[in-house]
């Protein structure tokens, strides 16, 4: 018994160290997705440490603290599949069928698929499935599904994790003024901003009001479905709701988020921190640029604006650029949250695919020796 007790406190320790290496890169920089990973393996073994510890002292309330933590899981991972794959049909049927559209009831059919398979493998069923096949082919089929459940279970386990940085950095505190808000673009109707975009406009006019910025800049190109720049839209539609309160500025050049971020950096740097702190009168050059006058610089202060589901990528991108600029996220209807976040989510896994394909070759490697042997 002690040498038992001896191992999960060894866990626990391993937990608490990975937690407060997690709270350390929050505290650092909220915008790492990465963090996430850090927070939730140390929060998971940390608590199956103290599960072990209280068994230790009350048996009862240790196994309550263990199995609670399975059970509570394992439902919960079958609920959200479900709704998951009801979200997804419903959004098919009324927008119509595509691959964003389809990622919901993707992952709600492939979650789902694996707590089924977890379930028959436990089950007398499936030992007796077993008992009338060759040794060889159990042993394969075996292997199979347990290459499934890991993987499912290992792109699950960065879902949720990416889900709780993205949760967390919502709710980090940020600065209290700024010189500048910039509202990233997200597709138009004919002329007029979409329901979405003009949620992510409002965003910015609010925080633009409330933190003393005298500018927004409306980052958006002109894609080829549409008849004007997405910049020159969201334009017209701050005008038509704040007047002339705020100095609108138009990036009209970007096509992706980064681009966003980088063209966005690049204008607001002609412009200077002190001239839009004083909200200067815009000036055009030959080129066709805004400039303001540029007395004394000093770091600019600049908040970003987008949908609430697009916030932690957005932060990440401008991690990277090396942008001090905070994200902030305005409200998505309901029923539209998993299709985005998942996109978003697909998205970060892609710029990291050559990690994930790493970690899914070893699983596959080692589930493959397994059946080797």
Partial sequence: MDEELSRFLVVLAVGLI????????LVRDRRRAATGLWLLAGGLLTWVGLAALVSAVS??????????LLIGGFLLVVGVSLALIANGYYVM????????RALPLAAGLATFAATILIVYINSSAFVRALESASPQTNLRVLALAMWYILVVGYVGFNLV????QAWIHSLWPREERYDAVVVL?????????????????????GIARDAGARVIVCSGG??????????????????????????????????????NLLFTRELLEKVGADALAAGADMVTTPEGDPEFSKPGERPLRVAVATSNFHALRAGGLARQLGLPWHVYGSPTALYYIPTSFLREFAANMVFH????????????????????M
């Fill in 161 to 164: 994790a990416y889900a709780l």
């Fill in 353 to 372: 695919w050559r990690l994930h394909a790493a970690v899914v070759g070893l699983l596959t490697l080692f589930i493959a020796l397994l059946a080797m």
């Fill in 222 to 259: 002109q894609g080829s479905d549409e008849v004007i720049s997405e910049a020159e839209a969201m334009s017209r539609y701050v005008h038509e709701v704040s007047g002339d309160k705020f100095t609108v500025l138009k990036e009209d050049r970007s096509t992706t988020t980064r681009e």
């Fill in 18 to 25: 990975l937690l407060a290496w997690g709270l350390v890169r």
């Fill in 59 to 68: 048996p009862a309330l240790g196994l309550f603290m263990f199995y609670g």
């Fill in 93 to 100: 049927m009324r927008y119509g069928v595509n691959l964003a």
């Fill in 185 to 205: 673009g997200a597709g138009l109707i004919g002329e007029r901003v979409t329901p979405l975009l003009a949620g992510r406009l409002d965003r910015g006019i």
